[in-house]
Each structure stands twice: as C-alpha cells, then as structure tokens.
C-alpha cells in the first residue's frame, strides 16, 4: 500500500500523535528555558572576615550569590580556626544561610604547623596547658621533652602564626621582645617549674 | 488525502525543528549549571587533594610539600592513577609512632584507601619530614 492509498483514519490519528509530541517538547523546551534563566537557589554566607571559603574547589569572594541547586562541599578555613568541611544542599528558589559553629584553632595544630616537631625525636609539639593572651593573638604552652616555654603569636600582617619564644637554637628566645603579660607569664612558669 | 500528506509533513517539520532547539535548550542548562561544578581531572599520578586545608592546619609548609610529592612518588611507582584523593577524618598525632601525623587517603574513582605517617623532626628549626605510605 503507497501513501496516498492511506486511509485518512491513519493520517488524523498520526497527526494527533505528532501534536502531542510536539507539545511535549514545546513544554520540555518551556521548562528549560525557565530553568536556565531562574532555576536557582541562593547562598548567604554569615562568617567572620579574614576567612577563606572554596566551594567545590573554587574560591568564593562573595558573600552572597545565586546557585543551582544541588550538593556542593564547602570548605572554611583561616590561620584562626579548625578547617571546617560540609556538604551544603542548595534548595530551588531557596535560600540558604550558612553560618557554621568555626572552633577556634587549637594550640597543637598551629604549634604543629610552624615549629613541627620537639627536636630531632620528640614529635609533634602539644602544647599544655595552653594560655591565651591579648584577644587570642598569643599563646603560651609547655611542651616535652624539657619543659620547653613556647610562645607563639598571629602575625596580622602575615596572616600567619610565628613563635615569639622558644628557648631552642633557630627561634627567638628573648622575653623583652613580646609583650609585658606573656613574659611575665612565662618568667612565672619557669619560676614554677624550677620550683619543682 | 493531499491536505493531511501536507498537514502530516509541516509537523515533521516542526518536530524536527523543536527536537534542534531542545537539544540547545539543554546544552545551554548544562552550560549554566556548571558554575561551581567539581572538577573532574582525569586520573594521574598527581591527583588533586580536595581537602588540602585539613593537612595544611597540622603540617609546616614544607613538610606539606614534601608529603604530596612522596604521595605522587607513591602513586607513580606503584602504577596507580587517580583523579583524586581526598582525607577521611582528621589527622591524628600517633604516640606510640613517635608523634607522627596520621591520617587516611582516599583515592577516588577507585575507592583506595592508603594510611599515611608523616614524622617530622626539628634541628635548631631545620625541618626534615618522613613519609610513610600503605594500603
């Protein structure tokens, strides 16, 4: 049978198909132009300054953008606080405010991140007990084998910490050149400890 | 019958040419959607560490470097490619190894999983770093 001897029932019916095909795309089509033009979520970020924010590897300047929706990792970090890692879902024309629970860094990981190790065998420095000073800008801990007085500051113009008093070859080991309270804490603690 | 033949035909058309601009509708969807996307290198011996920043809170610099690139050694000797590695957990400080950093590796897209033992020492602030590296 060629075409033309179709009978126009197959015809009709294969049209209506095609129209309805045809509205399914003209819909997809629909959809997805919508999609791509206002198809996002948006992200508020409510975190201190001076931190660094990746999101999925990239680095994040902003504090509020607009995103897919989805699951992306965030990473958090900064000299001053424990890396912070979480994955985020992004919700379609949501907003999300992320404001995590930063710890501030501990005494053991800048310790650890500067100075390494106690000598050629003692491992890695842990500090204790750890005392604070000047709004958390320095510190001082005992580390072993010794005791050995460690006192370590953020360097605001370096962005990074840096020992102020180690009493070890290749360190700074002169208290009149930290501040007056720290000094004075570490003149105590070796008063302290020579005591017994 | 010729007006349906006709009517038949300008939908093909039609059809065929939504059927085009569909498939630009989701390319260009895919091209928007791909701004924070993760990257995916492909595998190598020199997989990108996700979270670097995890590491680089416990080790000095140097000894950060020099943990990578024994990794890389690691991964380019023992014939493994991967197209990243990520750290599961936190690093420890391990006593009874001597204070060393560890943590464990995980080397996707195979799911590998490698323990990892950095020991540093201190020389009058000289650093040396040792990596120790098993499956």
């Known amino acids: ?196 | 019958m010729l007006e349906d033949r006709r009517r038949f035909n300008r939908r093909i058309v039609v059809l065929g040419v939504l059927i085009v601009a569909l498939i630009i509708c989701i390319v260009f969807y895919d091209m928007r959607s791909n701004v924070f996307s993760l990257a995916q290198p492909p595998a190598s011996y020199y997989p990108t560490l996700t979270n670097s920043a995890i590491l680089q809170n416990w080790l000095p610099k140097s000894s950060y470097q020099y943990t990578i690139s024994q990794i890389d050694n690691y991964l380019k000797s023992n014939n493994i490619h991967a197209s990243s590695m990520t750290i599961k957990g936190s690093v420890t400080i391990n006593e009874i190894n001597g204070g060393s950093y560890d943590f464990t590796l995980l080397l996707e897209p195979q799911n590998q999983v490698y323990h990892v033992s950095v020991k540093i020492s201190n020389s009058s602030g000289i650093i040396s770093t040792t990596v120790s590296i098993g499956s």
């Open chain 1, 1 to 196: 049978m060629d075409n033309n001897s179709q009978p126009p029932t197959q015809y009709h019916l294969s049209i209506l198909l095609l129209n309805l095909v045809i509205a399914v795309v003209v819909g997809v089509c629909a959809v997805l132009i919508f999609l791509t033009i206002s198809g996002y979520g948006s992200l508020q970020l409510d975190l201190p300054n001076n931190v660094s924010v990746l999101i999925n590897n990239h680095v994040i300047t902003s504090n509020s953008f607009k995103m897919r929706p989805g699951n992306y990792q965030i990473i958090v970090t900064s000299p001053l606080i424990n890396p912070y890692e979480e994955n985020l879902n992004i919700g379609l024309f949501r907003t999300t405010v992320f404001k995590p629970n930063l710890q501030q860094r501990s005494a053991n990981a800048i310790a650890s991140s500067v100075i390494g190790a106690i000598g050629t065998g003692g491992g890695a420095p842990q500090p204790g007990p750890v005392q604070w000073f000047n709004n958390n800008t320095w510190f001082v801990g005992v580390v072993s084998p010794g005791p050995l007085y460690l006192a370590m500051y953020y360097d605001n113009t370096q962005q990074q910490w840096a020992v102020g008093y180690y009493d070890v070859a290749g360190y700074p080991s002169d208290l009149s050149k930290i501040p007056v309270n720290v000094a004075t804490y570490i003149e105590n603690l070796e008063a302290q400890y020579a005591g017994g």
